[in-house]
């Protein structure tokens, strides 16, 4: 935890907070509070959210567009960007880019909590429903030729080969050390059953109508692609998504799956939570067998074992040693709740 926090003290330093930013804005600011890589600014407009955008300007617009587009379909439990004095929902800045959003209020969804996880189901439905017939609109079409990465419909197979890649590169990598540490042998000892994982993913996929539904402009949304907890706020019974950084085109069951797995890995793969997901979501926005299907092979695929390994190997994370280590074993303790899960899911879903 103090790594995370120091690392988002180090990103938090390169905010610029000068006055004359705040009046771009046309906000008078009286206070700044640090809320993990953001500020909160108290203003004579009320509480807004000061952010240091780190993407291209056409990356953010692309992000708010889809946002819009959700609004405009009565979804309104979702960001805001503030418009600058020339209209406009950044300020260039010093060779950065910074955007104002409103602040919204409510505490952070908790996983451990069924009436949470119920309720974010339900408004994840509500999110994709509003955001269908977005890839009909002309101008996300040109939004989405500046920002290819973003569309993701169609291309998870071929992802999923890239990542299997990519595990071998790093087993090579853990291979020739002479001097390997614990999280090495832990790693080795595991990227066998893992790979066969990813291949096996693989094949329910290929099997799968996967295409056929990537073919289906119905079936394809705005997903919000990033469900951790922290971006998901709760006021009452009301249910917010903040942070739409990650935001990509795929299909509803891309961010179903995420929303999955980060519900179920620490309570030892709670089938029984998956089926309150579903059938939670599915009162709102019904799912084919079809779709299930393609779940059941995005499911299969081992995200916490492939991604500890990428943060840990390319070091995309600033960890310490002990922490990457005892997130490792945390990951690999549950590789027998998470085949019952697997195998758990396919019987019931007949998949």
Known sequence: MLDVRYKDKTYLSKYDLDV???SEFDLLV??????????????????????????????????????EYIKSNNFNRIIE???AKNNNIYVPWKDDIYCIMNLVEGRECEYSNPVDVMLTSRALAELHRA?????????????????????????????????LGE?????????????KNEFDYIFLDNEKYYEENILQSIKILEHSEYYNLC????????????LAHHNILINVQQV??????????????????NFINKAIKNFAYDIEKCHSILNEYTSVNPLEHRELEVLYG???FPEDFYSIARDYYTRKKQWSEDVFLSRLKSKVEYRENREEFLEAFKNHYNC
């Open 20 to 22: 004359n930013l705040f």
């Open 30 to 67: 009286s206070d700044v509070i640090p809320v993990r890589k953001v500020f909160i600014l108290n203003t004579d407009k009320g509480d807004k959210v000061l952010k240091k955008v780190s993407y291209s300007v056409s990356l953010l617009e692309f992000i708010n567009y889809g946002i």
């Open 81 to 83: 960007f503030e418009k």
């Open 131 to 163: 955001s269908e017939g977005l890839i009909n609109e002309e101008a996300f079409k040109m939004l989405l030729v500046k920002n290819q990465k973003r569309y993701l419909s169609g291309k998870i197979i071929q992802n999923f080969n890239k990542k």
């Open 167 to 179: 595990l071998r590169f790093f087993k090579s990598i853990a291979t020739l050390y002479e001097n």
């Open 215 to 226: 073919k289906e402009k119905d079936k394809i949304v705005f997903c919000h692609h990033d």
């Open 240 to 257: 917010y998504f903040l942070d739409f950084d990650y935001a990509v085109v795929d299909l509803k069951v891309h961010d179903i799956c």
């Open 298 to 300: 995005m499911l299969s």
